[in-house]
C-alpha cells in the first residue's frame, strides 16, 4: 500500500481480505496447519515453498502485522518476535557470532544496554561501547575487519537522545557494515530511519505501537537495501551455505527477503521467541490508532515540557521538542513532524526529592511501562537502570535524579493538575 498516507496504512495494511474473508484480521490461534501429502510439508522444511506449518516459525496473523509494521516503516520484510529484547538479540545475532564486534551507543534501553555488553559477550561477540555524539573521524576508528553491525536508538529511552542518522551510516557503510535503529519512540509515523540510509529497525511493540499495555512484543524490519552479497566472507551465515537447510545461501535465493527468511528459518526456529497470535491482534488494534495518538502524546508532552521549565522547583528538563532543548536540531532535522511523548527532568533537591516527588502523584502512576495512553513515571536509576555502575548510568546520559515521565493522551489540563498537587506536597 505504498500509495497511501501513514494514517491509511495504519489501519488498511497487512490483512486484505478476499470475498468472504472476515473484515477484521482473524487470529489463528493454531500451533499447526495441515497438508493432504507428505510431499508438500516437506517442500515447506526445504525452502523451496512458502507456507505455514509450525506457529514457533510463522503463524497468518503474525505475518499480517509484521507485514504492516513494514509498510508503515517503508522496509521491505519484516517479522515479529515474543519482545523488543528478542528483536534486538535477533537483529544482531542474525548476522554476528562468536569471534565478531559489534559497535553500540552508549545511550542505549538499560536492559538493551546490558544485553550487548554483557550477555551477548558470553557468546564470544565483542562489544565497543560509543558516545553518539562521538566525531565522525573518531568512529571511524572503532570499526575492525569482524565488525558485522551497529545499533542505536533513534530517541535514546531515557535520555532523549536524537541519533545523527547522516553520521553512522555515512561511518557504517564505509566500512561495509550494516546500521540497525531501535526506532521504538520516535515510531514511523514521526521518524523513518530508512529514509536516512538505516538499513535494519527494531522495535518493542509493547510501547506505542501496542499503546495500551496489553501484549509485549517487538519486530524486526529489513530495507531490503543492504547488499550482503558484496561481503560474502563478512556474512557467511547469509552468503555461504547453510548446512542446516541442505546448503542455502539465504542472500542468493532470497534475495532483499534473506535476511529476515534466515531469521526466520533459523534463530526463530532454534530460539523459539515468537510473538503469540493473541499478542499480535492486540497489536494490529493500537496500530489502528498509532497516528492519532502519537499526534496527542507529543503535543500533550510539549505542554507539560514548557510548564515544567517554568516551574521553580525543576532544576531541568530534557524534551527534544523544546526549541532550546540540545537535541532540537536534530529532531526536526530527522523528526519534523513531533518526537515521543516521553520527557525526563529533575527536581532541585536531588534524588530524595525525585523519589518523594513521584510517591506524591495521584493520577500519574509508578510502573515500569513507558509510552502507553495512560501517563506514567520512572526512576531509571533506581528501577530500569539499576544494574548499570555510576559511570555507566553518567554515559548512558541517565542522572541520578532524573525522573523519566511518559505523557500519556489523558487531558493535558489534568496532567498538569496532578504535577501541581505533587509539588504543593
Sequence with gaps: MSNYKLETKCIQS??????????????????????????????????????????????????????????????YAAMLTSSGQAANFYAVFNIAEAGDHIIISS?????????????????????????PDIDIDELRKCFKPNTKCVLAESISNPSLHVLDFDK?????????????VDNTFPTPINCRPFEYGVDIVTHSTTKYMDGHATAVGGCIVDSGNFDWMKY?????????????????????????????????TTLMRDLGSIQSPQNAFYLNIGLETLA??????????????KWLKANENVAWVNYPGLEDDENHEKAMKYMPKGTCGVITFGIKGGREASVKFMDSLKLIAIVTHVAD?????????????????????????????????SVGIENVEDIIDDLKQAFNQ
Excluded at 168 to 180: D, L
Excluded at 374 to 399: F, N, W, Y
Design 14 to 75: 497487512g490483512w486484505q481480505p478476499s470475498t468472504g474473508e472476515a473484515r477484521v484480521l482473524p487470529i489463528y490461534q493454531s500451533t499447526t496447519f495441515k497438508y493432504d501429502t507428505s510431499d508438500q510439508m516437506g517442500a515447506l522444511f526445504d525452502l523451496e515453498e512458502s507456507g505455514y506449518f509450525y506457529t514457533r516459525l510463522a503463524n497468518p496473523t503474525n505475518d499480517c502485522v509484521a507485514n504492516k509494521i513494514c509498510d508503515l516503516e517503508g522496509g
Design 107 to 131: 545511550q542505549l534501553y538499560g536492559g538493551t544496554f546490558n544485553l550487548l555488553t554483557t550477555t551477548i559477550a558470553k557468546m564470544g561477540i565483542e562489544t565497543t561501547v560509543i558516545d
Design 168 to 180: 553512522f551510516v555515512t561511518a557504517a557503510h564505509e566500512a561495509g557494515v550494516p546500521v540497525i
Design 232 to 264: 560474502p566472507d563478512k556474512f557467511p551465515g547469509l552468503c555461504k551455505p547453510d548446512e542446516s537447510y541442505h546448503g542455502v545461501v539465504f542472500a542468493e535465493k532470497f534475495g532483499k527477503a534473506g535476511y529476515i527468511t534466515k531469521a526466520t
Design 292 to 305: 492519532l495518538r502519537m499526534e496527542r502524546h507529543c503535543s500533550n508532552a510539549l505542554a507539560v515540557a
Design 373 to 405: 495512553a495512560r501517563s506514567c513515571v520512572l526512576h531509571p536509576a533506581s528501577h530500569t537502570h539499576r544494574q548499570m555502575t555510576d559511570e555507566q548510568l553518567i554515559e548512558a546520559g541517565v542522572k541520578p535524579d532524573l525522573i523519566r515521565f
